[in-house]
Each structure stands twice: as structure tokens, then as C-alpha cells.
């Protein structure tokens, strides 16, 4: 039972990691669309708190800013 009981906290705290990186993702998502930038260093800081991301995965986000028009600088 105890075994269950870490699992089910682990689990949420993993949840609950992945709501803020999204939270914190969507924040610089619309920053970018008011100003047309971002910073490099506020998206390095971003991307280092998510160690699950594959390079592929971390393309793919500097491939989406690009679609929307948003420029990474700095």
C-alpha cells in the first residue's frame, strides 16, 4: 500500500510539473505575440526544467515560436 501511496504522490507531482511548464510555456507564448520576441535565456530556463524533453521535442518548440512570428534573440 505504501508502495501505491509514493507512486500516486510522484505521479502528481509530475502532473502538477508538467501544468506549470505549460503555464509558464503559454505565458512566454503570449509575451512573444505582444512584443515579437523573446529572450533565449527565458526560453533555456523553461526548456532546463523539463529533462524529459528529447531534441526533437525541443525543435519542435523553437519550431513553433518561429510559425507564430515569434523571434528568439539574445
Known amino acids: 500500500m505504501a508502495d501505491s501511496t509514493n507512486q500516486a504522490a510522484k505521479e502528481n507531482k509530475e502532473a502538477q510539473e508538467t501544468q506549470e511548464a505549460i503555464a509558464a510555456l503559454n505565458a512566454l507564448i503570449q509575451k512573444g505575440r505582444k ?21 526533437d521535442d525541443i525543435e519542435q518548440v ?13
Open 35 to 55: 512584443d515579437g520576441t523573446i529572450q533565449a535565456s527565458e526560453l533555456t530556463a523553461l526548456l532546463e526544467k523539463r529533462p524529459d524533453l528529447s531534441p
Open 62 to 74: 523553437y519550431e513553433s515560436f518561429d510559425s507564430m512570428g515569434i523571434q528568439i534573440v539574445g
